[in-house]
């Protein structure tokens, strides 16, 4: 086969994501199994839960996934890669554990997987990495043999995903109204965490305040930044803002929140705003309800003309990004010393998570890292 579209030694990729409910009833169970043991209070859980009720307790991520899951086997089919591409899911069906059982028994020996997270975070890197151990717990468990799991890079400053983040941010500029569009600022939007998570996240030996999570979405922020102002000519105003906050008042989370954000820009006269959601890789229940409706609405009572850009989802671009960073770590694993595509300040981030990378609040196994129990 030819090197360059050559995927071994894997056999198999999954795609791991986040999961949510397919219908009214599945709400509170899927609830209950994002925050098992995490101390969310009771009233943010019904209140999320009405969010979810508001689009018949349906959450999109699903559909989202499944849309990437076809687009993935076609570019992965039309480009010659020989891969089978998996789904699983840490908090809904397909869970993660049943589906890597059925890759077992597929005969898959030696899994990539791909998680719907850009960023280095305990959320959105690490826990995917505790959900693949207590996969393979289980399945040790059933005395299946153990196929070795890794887990690629970031991929928040792959050019694919920030030129289609940018084309999105360019398509929002144009839904303006025309005398305001020349004016508008940015602000880039992600999932708020408490500001300790923030501190731990990335390798340990890089952490300062806001650790690689705000390094992270700032060099991408700036470099989408960047490219709009070369493309339009326009220097324009952009901040990196939170959403999606949860958890006890008393515990500081990332600030400021979007919906504070857009008071503040309307008060100090700015004439619209883009609202770009670089935390997100598809539209989650936190673009349709916190942005798409509760802080469109804000805008709309303050008289600030908003508009939310797209997300990456499916589109050819970012999939194609994704094929690329398959075939980067699979040459790597050869032993071949593979282009590593990355824009921005910080550079391609590392292949394997050092010990300590992302740290949680309680130690648990997490697999296909440096401090992975197993293989
Ligand atoms: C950084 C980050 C990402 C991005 C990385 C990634 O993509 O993984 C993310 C993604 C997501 N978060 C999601 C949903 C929820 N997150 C919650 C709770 C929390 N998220 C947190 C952080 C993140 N979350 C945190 C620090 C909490 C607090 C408690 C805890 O640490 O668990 C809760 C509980 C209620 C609440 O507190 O809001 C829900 C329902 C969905 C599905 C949406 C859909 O259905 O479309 C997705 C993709
Ligand atoms: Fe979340």
């Keep these: 086969m030819d090197r360059a579209i050559s995927p071994q030694p894997y056999d198999a990729l999954l795609l791991l994501s986040f999961g949510g409910p397919e219908g ?5 169970p899927f609830l209950e199994n994002v925050t098992a043991g995490r101390g969310i209070p009771r009233e943010r ?25 076809a687009a993935l086997r076609a570019d992965l089919a039309e480009h010659g890669v020989d891969l089978p591409v998996y789904w699983g899911n840490r908090n809904w069906a397909p869970y993660v554990t049943d589906t890597l059982r059925e ?16 960023y280095a975070s305990y959320s959105g890197c690490r826990q995917y ?36 983040m940018t084309e999105g941010v360019l398509a929002a500029l144009a839904e303006l109204p025309e005398g305001v569009r020349a004016g508008a600022h940015l602000a880039f939007t992600t ?34 930044a960047d490219a709009v102002r070369e493309e339009t000519g326009v220097e324009r105003p952009w901040e990196l803002v939170y959403q999606s906050r949860s958890g006890a008042p008393h515990i500081p989370w990332l600030e400021p929140d979007v919906v504070d954000h857009l008071t503040a820009l309307h008060d100090k006269g700015a004439p619209a705003v883009v609202m770009v959601p670089i935390g997100f890789v598809s539209d989650h229940m ?6 798409d409706t509760e802080a469109l609405a804000a805008a709309r009572e303050l008289g600030l003309p908003a508009v939310r850009s ?3 989802g499916a589109a050819p671009a970012f999939v194609a990004a994704l094929r690329d960073l398959v075939l980067e770590r699979a040459a790597t694993e050869r032993g071949e010393s593979p282009t590593r595509c990355a824009l921005g300040a910080l ?10 990378c992302c740290a949680g609040r309680v130690a648990r196994p997490a697999a296909a890292g440096a401090d992975s129990p197993y293989a």
């Design 103 to 118: 890759m077992v028994r597929d005969g898959r020996r030696r899994v990539l997987t791909l998680a719907t997270s850009a």
């Design 286 to 291: 936190e673009v349709l309800y916190d942005l």
């Design 45 to 69: 859980l019904e209140e999320v839960g009405a969010h979810y009720r508001l689009f018949g307790g349906v959450s999109p991520i699903n559909e989202q996934n499944r849309a990437l899951l």
């Design 191 to 224: 999932h708020s965490i408490p500001d300790a998570a923030a501190d731990v996240s990335g390798p340990p030996a890089g952490h300062g305040a806001g650790g690689a999570y705000v390094a992270e979405h700032l060099d991408a922020a700036r470099v989408i």
């Design 129 to 164: 990495r505790e959900d693949l151990a207590g996969a393979l717990a289980t399945l040790a468990d059933e005395g299946l043999p153990l196929p070795q799991v890794d887990k690629l890079r970031l991929y928040y400053n792959h050019p694919g995903f920030l030129r289609t």
């Design 24 to 28: 009214p009833d599945d709400v509170i």
């Design 310 to 312: 797209a997300t990456v």
């Design 347 to 356: 550079g391609p981030s590392h292949d394997v998570c050092p010990v300590g």
